[in-house]
């Protein structure tokens, strides 16, 4: 940085000047000082275009890196939205198979009872049958018991 080094070079001329008696100013060239002044002035526009360049790169870097974290969020706001969404149709899809499963049992509940009760009609039909056919037996045994 040839900046730097010229200011090195002003402050030595400055150090190096010198002092008048019982005083703490320097006698210094001015010519010498101006010519480095000069030199300064000449580098300056190279070193601040160094430093506007790097101030550039700085916020496209920054730039980037925003957008970079814009589009991250974003993703994550998007998935975050999908899962909420599938949570959601997983709540509404549990709801639906328990009433299904409520209704299921309720239509094997009421099928159980009906055939219970179909079965327990056919079971005294059959038994009325059965008590008559053994009344006439009973009665048939008797009838041939009094033949004789």
């Known amino acids: 940085m040839r900046v730097i080094d010229l200011l090195a070079e002003l402050e030595e001329v400055v150090e190096k000047g010198n002092t008048l008696p019982f005083s703490s100013k320097a006698l210094i060239d001015p010519e010498e000082l101006i010519e ?8 300056m ?3 601040l275009a160094e430093a506007k360049k ?3 790169e700085r916020k496209k870097i920054l730039f980037t890196a925003q957008s970079e974290a814009d589009h991250i969020k974003a993703e994550a706001d998007k998935r975050l939205k999908e899962l909420i969404d599938t949570n959601e149709i997983t709540k509404t899809a549990t709801t639906q198979a328990n009433e299904i499963l409520r209704n299921a049992n309720a239509s094997a509940k009421a099928l159980k009872s009906g055939t ?3 079965t327990d009609k056919l079971l005294y039909s059959f038994q009325l049958q059965l008590k008559e056919m053994n009344e006439k037996i009973e009665q048939n045994r008797r009838e041939l018991k009094n033949m004789k």
């Open 45 to 47: 526009p190279e070193e």
């Open 54 to 56: 790097i101030v550039a």
């Open 36 to 43: 480095i002044i000069d030199e300064i002035r000449d580098s």
């Open 116 to 118: 219970q009760n179909y």
